[in-house]
């Protein structure tokens, strides 16, 4: 089962309906759906070649459509046989090597797109802007003397300063590193919130995505398979792609004792969803780093065959009795060694299982 975007297009500022996109000949998006409310920010996540850029590049009108219609505030702007220009599509796009104008100043880099403003609601949109960016002192520099973060928001001002329908961003972190993004992140998406604007990025990155959206669309071979928040990605996964591309876990066998609960090596488990399958179906259950803690009184035990140390948490991977492995997230004080057995005990509120592979 597939979810989808269930906002209603008709109080949708985005509504991209069941549209298709071929790509040298070969369909690169297939009957791909979303709708966007005013204020959402929201984003399509999957790797190269999933067809996120390509369904990007047909919303802002540099692709064409071969089924279906996007329409942005009711009006259709592309469908079959007929595109919209992009620059008639109140609608701006922040592109990943930002594309800020090299002998143009800051200022003047912002006020690009509301030239037809009077001077002075020109100067004062650019003011408010560069105070809200924190760049406030930065007005008459040039693109070069800026570091790539500083560029990035930079980017993002000039896009916002026209007030758009809607705001597009293509992998808008790519080219900063790691400390960067997540700073970053934080503070585009309070702009974007001061702002109330309508965003959808693009990314392969699930930290960019998480730290940006409302709304995630997992995307694989041109399809949304779901769509959510990031935590129901992380803890409600529709099929085993989405639940393997988000995060991390490891698949232990199971078996059904009722439609929301099972028994596994670790103990039973129990949780919301109802599945269909027959008592005592062999099923596989997703069991995620966090869903495993300590406990020394616990006669499960855990051998560990590797360790990853990630600062205020270390990731082990660990043996359990019947042979299956798995990874557990224990805090960085528990510094445990290399053939130790861990008391381990199921500590999971979510029964996210799919039908046993042999």
């Not at 709708?35 to 590049?57: D, P, Q």
């Not at 099972?262 to 949780?271: C, F, M, R, S």
């Amino acid at each position: 089962m597939k979810k989808n975007p269930t906002t209603e297009a008709a109080t949708a500022v985005l509504d991209v309906s069941h549209i298709r996109c071929d790509y040298q000949g070969m369909m690169a998006v297939q009957n791909l759906s979303l709708h966007l409310e005013k204020g959402t920010i929201a984003c399509l996540l999957g790797a190269s070649g999933c067809g996120k850029t390509t369904t990007l590049r047909a919303i802002a009108g540099f692709e064409p459509l071969v089924a279906g219609t996007i329409r942005l505030n009711g009006k259709v702007i592309s469908k079959p046989g007929y595109r919209l220009a992009p620059e008639r599509r109140q609608m701006t796009m922040v592109f990943q090597d930002y594309a800020l104008f090299p002998h143009w100043s800051i200022g003047d880099n912002i006020a690009a797109g509301i030239r037809h403003l009077s001077s002075g609601k020109r100067h004062q949109a650019v003011h408010e802007l560069l105070q809200r960016i924190g760049l406030d002192t930065f007005k008459d520099r040039y693109p070069h003397e800026l570091s790539g973060g500083q560029q990035q928001r930079v980017a993002l001002a000039r896009a916002l300063a026209p007030r758009p329908g809607l705001l597009l961003m293509d992998e808008p972190f790519s080219s900063l590193d790691a400390q960067l993004r997540v700073q970053l992140g934080q503070q585009i998406r309070d702009l974007l919130q001061a702002q109330d604007a309508t965003c959808l990025l693009v990314t392969h990155d699930q930290a960019d995505a998480f730290a940006l959206s409302d709304q995630v669309g997992v995307m694989c071979e041109g399809q949304i398979r779901q769509w959510g928040t990031p935590y129901a990605l992380y803890h409600e996964p529709v099929d085993r792609f989405v639940s393997q591309f988000i995060g991390e876990g490891s698949f232990i066998k199971g078996k059904l004792l009722s439609p929301s609960s099972a028994h596994t090596v670790l103990g039973k488990i129990e949780g919301q969803c109802h599945y269909p399958w027959a008592i005592d179906s062999a099923v596989d259950i997703l069991i995620r780093p966090d869903d495993v803690v300590m406990a020394p009184d616990s006669p499960k035990l855990g051998k560990i065959l590797r360790k990853a140390f990630r600062g205020a948490q270390t990731l082990y991977t660990v043996e359990l009795d019947d042979g299956s492995r798995i990874l557990v997230q224990l805090p960085s004080h528990v510094d445990a060694n290399l053939g130790d057995k861990l008391p381990l005990r199921l500590q999971a509120d979510h029964l996210v299982a799919f039908e046993h592979l042999n």
